[in-house]
């Protein structure tokens, strides 16, 4: 059974920071794309960042750029994201997602309808 579980959520004032994990299990991590998605009340889901499987690609959302960070660790199977400079903005519930590609693969995206596993989410707040 493919799970994907995030912890680290939480609530953070205004230019606080948080990391977030992203632990999966049920398949072969070193062969998946990662990434994370977020939605805020009344919003579309958008894509925040992703990493390709070899871990040598990455990509950010515009608004995230300069502040988060993606990154993964193939042993622990875990994918984080750390989140600097918080805004209020930022709040949302954050999903990790991951795709199956080849092993040793480049692809990266940001796409809501390109990942196949997705987490059950964590809420971040920033407010003051």
């Known amino acids: 059974q493919v799970r994907l579980v995030e912890s680290g959520g939480g609530l953070v004032q205004p230019g606080g920071s948080l990391r977030l994990s992203c632990t999966g299990s049920g398949f072969t991590w070193d062969n998946h794309a990662v990434g994370w998605f977020r939605q805020a009340p009344g919003k579309f889901r958008e894509g925040v960042s992703c990493?390709?499987?070899?871990?040598?690609?990455?990509d950010y959302a515009d608004s995230v750029k300069g502040r988060f960070t993606i990154s993964r660790d193939n042993a622990k199977n875990t994918v984080y994201l750390q989140m600097n400079s918080l805004k209020p903005e930022d709040t949302a519930v954050y999903y990790c997602?991951?795709?199956?590609?080849?092993?040793?693969?480049?692809?990266?995206?940001?796409?809501?309808?390109?990942?196949?596993?997705w987490g059950q989410g964590t809420q971040v707040t920033v407010s003051s």
């Open positions: 990493l390709s499987s070899n871990g040598m690609v990455t």
């Open positions: 997602v991951a795709l199956e590609v080849s092993y040793g693969s480049t692809w990266y995206g940001l796409g809501v309808h390109e990942y196949e596993h």
